[in-house]
């Protein structure tokens, strides 16, 4: 009843439909725009390696295990100026250099759905170019698409509530890729394009404004916000090949 059947192309939010949807064997796209998909779109342009990692877990060890860096909270990375969720602070010295990236929302639907067929990460800033990649890969492997919107989770709560936060600018962020997809979408993909479609014009003053968007601008972040609110100004398109993200190149 609600694995959005029979339409090729699907929406679900956060950990639950990344699991649903990895085990129905579809394509996913994970979107986590403020700030995992958007970090990792950016860190891929310039050519890092990004390890995906659960929260709650030793990152640190795990990094010395790949031999890779741990990436630090965005405070503690900027007194010592390395990279962070923060994917304005990644630049061409980066380029090659592997790193362990955690986080509550896009790396934990990353890894509770990596079982998929195949896992991509979307962005507004690399729409089009991930959806591109879905449909052709949709084509060889006849799977249906699911797009995820990671959602955020409320830091404080009673015990008896969800912790999901639907975040706003994943929703848009799913709809924007949603509007490259072909293939017949399920009533909840509809919706989703739908309210991308409506935000498009001002799609940037919207993330500005959102809950997410002033939480980040208030800790000092603002060039955040603005970086991932662009559409279409990259064409790296990230893949899970394993336990890190490549390049797709049109195989598996």
């Known amino acids: 009843m609600f694995s959005q059947s029979p339409y090729a192309c699907r929406m679900e939010w956060g950990r639950r439909g990344a699991r649903e949807a990895a085990e129905r064997g579809d394509i996913i796209i994970i979107v986590d725009i403020l700030s995992f998909s958007s970090t990792v779109v ?3 342009h310039l050519n890092a390696v990004i390890y995906p990692y659960p929260p709650y877990v030793d990152g640190k060890e795990y990094a010395k295990k790949v031999n890779a860096e741990y990436i630090l909270g965005r405070a503690e990375a900027a007194k010592a100026g ?9 630049n061409k010295e980066h380029s090659n250099n592997k790193y362990v990236l955690s986080s509550l929302n896009g790396a934990f639907c990353t890894w509770i759905g ?25 084509l060889k492997t006849k799977a249906n698409i699911t797009v995820i919107p990671c959602g955020e989770q409320w830091s404080s709560g009673r015990e008896e509530e969800d912790t999901l936060r639907p975040a706003m600018e994943d929703y848009l962020g799913a709809g924007a890729i949603l509007s490259y997809l072909e293939g017949e979408k399920s009533p909840e993909a509809e919706v989703c394009l739908g309210a991308f479609l409506q935000a498009k014009p001002k799609l940037d003053a919207l993330i500005w404004d959102s809950g997410s968007g002033r939480e980040l601008r208030e800790r000092g972040f603002a060039a955040d ?7 279409n100004v990259y064409q790296s398109v990230p893949i899970l090949n394993g336990d890190h993200f490549v390049s797709y190149n049109g195989e598996m």
């Open 42 to 44: 950016s860190a891929l």
């Open 82 to 90: 390395k990279p962070t969720l923060s994917p304005v602070t990644f």
């Open 114 to 138: 990596s079982k998929a067929k195949a896992l991509f990460v979307g962005s507004l800033l690399n729409a089009a170019q991930v959806a591109s990649a879905a449909n052709q890969l949709k």
């Open 225 to 231: 916000v603005e970086h991932c609110s662009r559409l």
